[in-house]
C-alpha cells in the first residue's frame, strides 16, 4: 500500500501563488507516476498535471504555463507549484500515484490522497 498526503492548501487572491505538497510512504518503490488532479463543487475530478521518475512533465491546457509539478524522489514528495492563480482553478487538489501506464484518466491511479482545498478569490 501507499499513503498519500497532501498539504499546502488554502485561500488566496485571484493572480497570487500556492505550492501544494504531496508526501508518500509505505510501497513508494511501486510509484513510477504521480500526478494531480482537481475536482470543483459539482463537476468531475480533471487531471491536472503529471510526473514520471524520468522527471517528463505533462499538463492539462487549462494550467500550461501557469502550473509546474517536481518531485524528490529521495523525500518521495511530489510538489504543484500554482502561479498566477484564477478563480477557475478553485477545487479539491487531489495527489495520485500510478505506474507507467498511468496517463490523465482517473481510473489510471492506484493511490489517492485526502486532498487539500484551494480557493481562489476574485
Known amino acids: 500500500q501507499v499513503q498519500l498526503v497532501e498539504s499546502g492548501g488554502g485561500l488566496v487572491q485571484a493572480g497570487g501563488s500556492l505550492r501544494l505538497s504531496c508526501a508518500a510512504s509505505?510501497?513508494?518503490?511501486?510509484?513510477?507516476?504521480m500526478a494531480w488532479f482537481r475536482q470543483a463543487p459539482g463537476k468531475e475530478r480533471d487531471f491536472v498535471a503529471r510526473?514520471?521518475?524520468?522527471?517528463?512533465?505533462y499538463y492539462a491546457d487549462s494550467v500550461k504555463d501557469r502550473f509546474t509539478i517536481s518531485r524528490d524522489n529521495a523525500k518521495n514528495t511530489v510538489y504543484l507549484q500554482m502561479n498566477s492563480l484564477k478563480a477557475e482553478d478553485t477545487a479539491v487538489y487531489y495527489c495520485?500515484?500510478?505506474?507507467?501506464?498511468?496517463?490523465?484518466?482517473?481510473?489510471?491511479?492506484?493511490?489517492w490522497g485526502q486532498g487539500t482545498q484551494v480557493t481562489v478569490s476574485s
Open positions: 495520485a500515484a500510478g505506474n507507467t501506464r498511468s496517463t490523465v484518466n482517473v481510473n489510471d491511479y492506484d493511490y
Open positions: 509505505g510501497r513508494t518503490f511501486s510509484i513510477y507516476t
Open positions: 510526473i514520471n521518475l524520468r522527471r517528463i512533465t
